[in-house]
């Protein structure tokens, strides 16, 4: 039996991924790779929708395809590659182009949302990024794509394309399924626990390629609030919740086993040894990704193997497509 395929991206736009990154995507990615036949990308075509530095896009991808590894996606067991090895995503991703309304674009809520915040010139890549998506996912006809309540706007579009191309061409492309992946906690900033951490806002971030002290110093300081109960309501104590969240996903635990662990306890306490709990996690984390930097043509091997078995697959989706348009 074959198992269900499953298509997810992530962008190398930093040079470390961050805790809400691994608690909120990568861990189930390698947790879909048992279950799914599991293509992942690290979307460097995505991330030049703004300004980048080309050394340093170039570092920053294989940085991320590193801590791919280091944090277990098993290269034998689901295909690990770069978007732009696959020319095939930014081919079909013209043909979808042609296909979105101007208006249907235009929708795209992120879009407002990061063009407000760029200060450059805002490209049109930026616009049509949705769009080259839709072609990330349905070249691989997937039929999962997991996501967050960010992008299910952008998984109705790539379904909208896909059912207007079979409608106009005939059936070519599956309409893939939001995949509600168990156990993904959102992670909040640490200075802002009503916000959630993201790279753009970056002072409550753990990362996990800094040097651990300075995580461990940032989890230490990060805000509570002025009573002294250790207990989860993420409505009244977000900053303690969002600790006792990481804590039980880096330690398996339970957030009441925790919580009745902590009894009696306060916040240092719990400071302090997430500290721990979050340095024994990222170290051999880090050492892993330092192997596979300082061994470059391991890596590109790696890569150039996800690349021809990912093309495999785009390429056949790619003949049919272009086929059925009339090349
Ligand atoms: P950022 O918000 O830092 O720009 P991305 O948008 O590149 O991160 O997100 C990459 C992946 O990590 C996405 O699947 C996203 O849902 C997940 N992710 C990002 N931040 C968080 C967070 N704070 N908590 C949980 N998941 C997150
Ligand atoms: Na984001």
Redesign the pocket.
Known sequence: VSRPRVL?G??P??GS??????????RQWVALQETHDAFYCVVDLHAITVEQDPKVLRQNTRTSAAQLLALGIDPDSATLFVQSHVPEHAQLGWVLQCLTGFGEASRMTQFKDKSARQEAQVGVGLFTYPILQAADILLYNAHHV???E??RQHLELTRDLAQRFNTRYGKTFRLPEAYIVKD??????LQDPTA?????VPTG?VELLEDVKRSAKKIRSAVTDTGREITYDPEHKPGVSNLLVIYSALSGRTVEDLVADYDGKGYGDLKKDLGEVFTEFVTPVQEKVATYLADPAELDKVLAKGAERAREVAGKTLARAYDKVGF
């Open positions: 997810s992530i962008q736009t930093a991924f961050h805790l809400g990154n691994y608690l909120g995507a990568i997991p996501v967050g960010d992008q993904t906690a959102k992670i909040y900033d959630k951490m993201s790279k753009s971030v």
